[in-house]
Antibody
């Protein structure tokens, strides 16, 4: 069974930093591209960042480029999102999401971790 | 970025009746590999999104056959043949032809 478990969310002041983690199990993590997708309270889904299986290809939404860094450790079956210079508009539930095999698009999602940016 | 536009934004359906959601993209989602990268998700209240349909018309594992997807190019439709109470939530379309995925605004389905 595919499992994605996020952690690291919490309350942080504007301008602060936070590092999210996603622990993957139930599949060969090193074979899949991975994503972070967020959802502000009461709003829709917004793709944030993606990383290919070997970290060769990395993409960011314009809204987080230069502030967020995605990374992965295939030996630890883990995905990360380092978030710096946080703003109030970054407040959201952050989902770890797996890309589908042999194509592009998300098939499995974690339960999410809440990040609140407030003074 | 590709803009995804869903209609309607809300839907109220009697159990047993059909429902349909439209999704239009600002660019064709047909990839050079021959696949069309249009996905449908359902987010039930208090839960993460779950995949219903991938590549326009392929039902994901465990998805009931009352859900179907169709379309091509820039125009797509999700249909529920007979709505059930467990189908309530927000439905999203998503394009993945570009590395920066984008979602529609969401369509909220409620039961009458």
């Amino acid at each position: 069974e595919v499992q994605l478990v996020e952690s690291g969310g919490g309350l942080v002041k504007p301008g602060g930093s936070l590092r999210l983690s996603c622990a993957a199990s139930g599949f060969t993590f090193s074979s899949y591209s991975m994503n972070w997708v967020r959802q502000a309270p009461g709003k829709g889904l917004e793709w944030v960042s993606s990383i290919s299986s070997s970290s060769s290809y990395i993409y960011y939404a314009d809204s987080v480029k230069g502030r967020f860094t995605i990374s992965r450790d295939n030996a630890k079956n883990s995905l990360y999102l380092q978030m710096n210079s946080l703003r109030a508009e970054d407040t959201a539930v952050y989902y770890c999401a797996r890309d589908i095999a042999r194509g592009f698009g998300v098939d499995y999602w974690g339960q999410g971790t809440l990040v609140t940016v407030s003074s | 970025d590709i803009v995804m536009t869903q209609t309607p934004l809300s839907l109220s359906v009697t159990p047993g009746q059909p429902a349909s959601i439209s999704c239009k993209s600002s660019q064709s989602l047909l990839h050079s590999d021959g696949k069309t990268y249009l996905y449908w998700y359902l987010q039930k209240p208090g839960q993460p999104p779950q995949l219903l349909i991938y590549e326009v018309s392929n039902r994901f594992s465990g998805v009931p056959d009352r859900f179907s997807g169709s379309g091509s190019g820039t125009d797509f439709t999700l249909k529920i043949s007979r709505v059930e109470a467990e189908d309530v939530g927000v439905y999203y379309c998503m394009q993945s032809i570009q590395p920066m995925y984008t979602f529609g605004q969401g369509t909220k389905l409620e039961i009458k």
